[in-house]
């Protein structure tokens, strides 16, 4: 079994960052893609970004220039960088990944998720 713990939400004013971490603990697997998620009330959930073993990156449109994903393999740990906060980002955002075991996938799973407020 895998655990995705995230951290790092919190209150930010509009335009101001905030930087997030989901690590992944457990036994016998290995981490593939990981990506970051957000929800706000009302609306669908859709991938913010999403990053690669090897460290290809994809972003959604509206996020793109301001928000940086990045992962520490050695760590099990994939990071979320915000910047220019904008009030309407705010959300739920929760850590995704792939998780692998041999050569099959085990399961995608899903993390804490951290609650992000963007307000002046």
């Known amino acids: 079994q895998v655990q995705l713990v995230g951290s790092g939400g919190g209150l930010v004013q509009p335009g101001g960052s905030l930087r997030l971490s989901c690590a992944a603990s457990?036994?016998?697997?290995?981490?593939?893609?990981m990506g970051w998620y957000r929800q706000a009330p009302g609306n669908e959930r859709e991938l913010v970004a999403l990053?690669?073993?090897?460290?290809?990156?994809n972003y959604a449109d509206s996020v793109k220039g301001r928000f940086t994903i990045s992962r520490d393999n050695a760590k099990n740990t994939v990071y979320l960088q915000m910047n220019s906060l904008k009030p309407e980002e705010a959300a739920v955002y929760s850590c995704?990944?792939?998780?692998?075991?041999?050569?099959?996938?085990?399961?995608?799973?899903w993390g804490q998720g951290a609650q992000v407020t963007v307000s002046s």
């Open positions: 995704n990944a792939r998780v692998d075991s041999g050569s099959r996938t085990r399961c995608i799973c």
């Open positions: 990053i690669t073993t090897t460290g290809s990156t």
């Open positions: 457990g036994s016998n697997f290995r981490l593939n893609a």
